[in-house]
């Protein structure tokens, strides 16, 4: 797990506090959206440095994690066992929080409020040092990345095909179609993935995220099938536990296979790569940690595949996974979330612009973002 060097720190710095914010639009639906609702992480130092972090999982689950009394020694939360930590000694932190959720957080939404615990540490250690992240996690190997628009299909294919033109004409290179109506019949799957194509145009690049809908049988022929639409991969197409489909599809597939959103542990991505022989990995700070994020990109490298971020969320998500990238060698595509919601776009005052159809990482000191404490009072859960 990486950290900074003790000469980096303040002397004596200590975390005060340890907040969770759900913020919740007015309506939420069943559309696999991840802006629709959020969880914030605030930390507070007695050194009257804060920083800030968010988790990508069941927002109001994270909250009772973080704020959880003590029960025991390994069973209690996260916010009892930092007060009075020092918040670079970003390894300690991690451990403690280990130690604390035992009986009950160390994977799924355990593992998330910690992750978004570790994004807020870096941004502590960054603003510490008057650096951005990517600076003191080694990098920057690059410092802008290709964006890809990503977005739900439409709910037919004649709205995927107007959703595909219209982003094409924004400059993106490349846009990225996921769930909605896929898996529904071989023949709506197909109809999809070729008006994305005819929406976008010949010069643009097509992803496809299935959302978890086959068997890796049924996954090698939709792969098979869409090779006519040059996909540039096919991401999530089995369960997450599938690790032995993957290796069978991964074998026989004519278009590159993505995945690992699901995962937040260093340990489940090693299985993915290794023994999934998975194409493109693919962690969100949001789940995973800036910390592990890193650790599975360089693994990646070192296994000659490729890592891209998963951020469906706001700006502080956006700049966790910029950071991460820029700290791992061959960084190439970037997940940028279009989702039409003020939770995506207006929770940080940074906008992160897409410029010749590329994003740059941040250079502000810590994430390099700022909080639009406006949104946070119009949307925060009481």
Same mark, same amino acid.
């Given at each position: 797990?990486?950290?900074?060097?003790? $000469?980096?720190?303040?002397?004596?710095?200590?975390?005060?506090?340890? @907040?969770?914010? !759900?913020?919740?639009?007015?309506?939420?639906?069943?559309?696999?959206?991840?802006?629709?609702? &959020?969880?914030?992480?605030?930390?507070?130092?007695? %050194?009257?440095?804060?920083?800030?972090?968010? !988790?990508?999982?069941?927002?109001?689950?994270?909250?009772?994690? =973080?704020?959880?009394? *003590?029960?025991?020694?390994?069973?209690?939360?996260?916010?009892?066992?930092?007060?009075?930590?020092?918040?670079?000694?970003?390894?300690?932190?991690? &451990?403690?929080?280990?130690? $604390?959720?035992?009986?009950?957080?160390?994977? $799924?939404?355990?593992?998330?409020?910690?992750?978004?615990?570790?994004?807020?540490?870096?941004?502590?250690?960054?603003?510490?040092?008057?650096?951005? !992240?990517?600076?003191?996690?080694?990098?920057?190997?690059?410092?802008?990345?290709?964006?890809?628009?990503?977005?739900?299909?439409?709910?037919?294919?004649?709205?995927?095909?107007?959703?595909?033109?219209?982003? %094409?004409?924004?400059?993106?290179? @490349?846009?990225?179609?996921?769930?909605?109506?896929?898996?529904?019949?071989?023949?709506?799957?197909?109809?999809?993935? /070729?008006?994305? /194509?005819?929406?976008?145009?010949?010069?643009?690049?097509?992803?496809?995220? @299935?959302?978890?809908?086959?068997?890796?049988?049924?996954?090698?022929?939709?792969?098979?099938?869409?090779?006519?639409?040059?996909?540039?991969?096919?991401?999530?197409?089995?369960?997450?536990?599938?690790?032995?489909?993957?290796?069978?599809?991964?074998?026989?597939?004519?278009?590159?296979?993505?995945?690992?959103?699901?995962?937040?542990?260093?340990?489940?991505?090693?299985? *993915?790569?290794?023994?999934?022989? #998975?194409?493109?990995?693919?962690?969100?700070?949001?789940?995973?940690?800036?910390?592990?994020?890193?650790?599975?990109? /360089?693994?990646?490298?070192?296994?000659?595949?490729? #890592?891209?971020?998963?951020?469906?969320?706001?700006?502080?998500?956006?700049? $966790?996974?910029?950071?991460?990238?820029?700290?791992?060698?061959?960084?190439?595509?970037?997940?940028?979330?279009?989702?039409?919601?003020?939770?995506?776009?207006?929770? +940080?005052?940074?906008?992160?612009?897409?410029?010749?159809?590329? =994003?740059?990482?941040?250079?502000?000191?810590?994430?390099? !973002? +700022?909080?639009?404490?406006?949104?946070?009072?119009?949307?925060?859960?009481?």
């Amino acid at each position: 797990m990486t950290s900074i060097t003790p $000469a980096d720190s303040p002397s004596g710095m200590k975390i005060t506090g340890v @907040a969770a914010l !759900v913020l919740r639009l007015p309506d939420v639906t069943d559309r696999c959206d991840g802006t629709q609702d &959020t969880c914030l992480i605030k930390i507070d130092t007695d %050194a009257g440095i804060t920083g800030w972090g968010e !988790v990508d999982s069941a927002p109001t689950v994270v909250k009772a994690i =973080v704020e959880a009394p *003590l029960s025991h020694q390994i069973c209690t939360g996260l916010a009892i066992v930092l007060e009075g930590a020092d918040p670079l000694a970003i390894d300690l932190c991690m &451990t403690r929080m280990n130690e $604390a959720v035992n009986y009950y957080g160390r994977t $799924a939404v355990g593992a998330h409020a910690m992750a978004s615990v570790n994004l807020a540490l870096w941004d502590i250690a960054g603003k510490a040092c008057d650096r951005p !992240v990517y600076q003191l996690l080694g990098g920057p190997h690059e410092k802008r990345f290709r964006a890809y628009c990503s977005i739900l299909f439409g709910d037919t294919p004649e709205e995927t095909y107007e959703l595909g033109r219209r982003f %094409a004409d924004q400059g993106f290179t @490349a846009v990225k179609f996921g769930w909605g109506p896929m898996g529904r019949d071989e023949k709506t799957d197909i109809a999809l993935v /070729r008006e994305a /194509r005819r929406g976008v145009g010949d010069d643009v690049d097509v992803l496809i995220d @299935a959302g978890q809908v086959w068997d890796w049988k049924t996954a090698l022929k939709r792969a098979q099938q869409f090779t006519e639409f040059r996909p540039f991969w096919l991401e999530e197409p089995l369960h997450p536990e599938d690790v032995s489909g993957y290796a069978r599809l991964c074998e026989r597939s004519p278009v590159p296979i993505a995945t690992g959103e699901a995962e937040a542990r260093y340990q489940d991505f090693e299985k *993915l790569l290794v023994e999934g022989q #998975v194409d493109w990995i693919q962690p969100d700070p949001g789940r995973c940690g800036i910390s592990t994020m890193v650790d599975v990109g /360089r693994l990646a490298h070192r296994l000659h595949r490729r #890592v891209v971020n998963h951020s469906f969320k706001s700006g502080i998500t956006i700049a $966790a996974s910029l950071h991460a990238l820029a700290a791992v060698p061959h960084g190439e595509v970037f997940e940028y979330c279009m989702s039409d919601s003020p939770l995506r776009h207006e929770l +940080t005052r940074e906008r992160f612009e897409v410029k010749d159809g590329y =994003v740059s990482v941040p250079e502000g000191p810590g994430l390099g !973002v +700022t909080i639009d404490e406006e949104t946070v009072e119009n949307f925060l859960v009481r």
